[in-house]
Nanobody, 115 residues
Framework: QVQLVESGGGLVQAGGSLRLSCAAS????????MGWYRQGPGKQRELVAR???????TYADPVKGRFAISRDGAKNTVYLQMNSLKPEDTAVYYC?????????WGQGTQVTVSS
């Protein structure tokens, strides 16, 4: 089992920044790729960014150049630095950890960007 605890969401004005954190515990050694999805009001859940154990990174087109994902192996934590936030970034952001056999999810953290 893997447990994921997210933090860092909140309310910010357009153009502002937020940093999300996701700390993993449990069977840490089984974790491969980690990352973030989001689900906006009335929308399907979509990938935001992911990072492999080797450091390979993928970003969704809407966040390229504005968001940065990073991973601290010593702290078993993945981060999402979000800059130049837009109202359309408003969503619940979910951290995930892929162990190869199963994907674990965090509880979600709300990000609201006001115009």
């Amino acid at each position: 089992q893997v447990q994921l605890v997210e933090s860092g969401g909140g309310l910010v004005q357009a153009g502002g920044s937020l940093r999300l954190s996701c700390a993993a515990s449990g069977r840490i050694a089984s974790i491969g790729t980690m990352g973030w999805y989001r689900q906006g009001p009335g929308k399907q859940r979509e990938l935001v960014a992911r990072i492999t154990t080797g450091g390979s990174i993928t970003y969704a087109d809407p966040v390229k150049g504005r968001f940065a994902i990073s991973r601290d192996g010593a702290k078993n934590t993945v981060y999402l630095q979000m800059n130049s936030l837009k109202p359309e970034d408003t969503a619940v952001y979910y951290c995930f950890a892929d162990t190869g056999g199963r994907v674990y999810w965090g509880q979600g953290t709300q990000v609201t960007v006001s115009s």
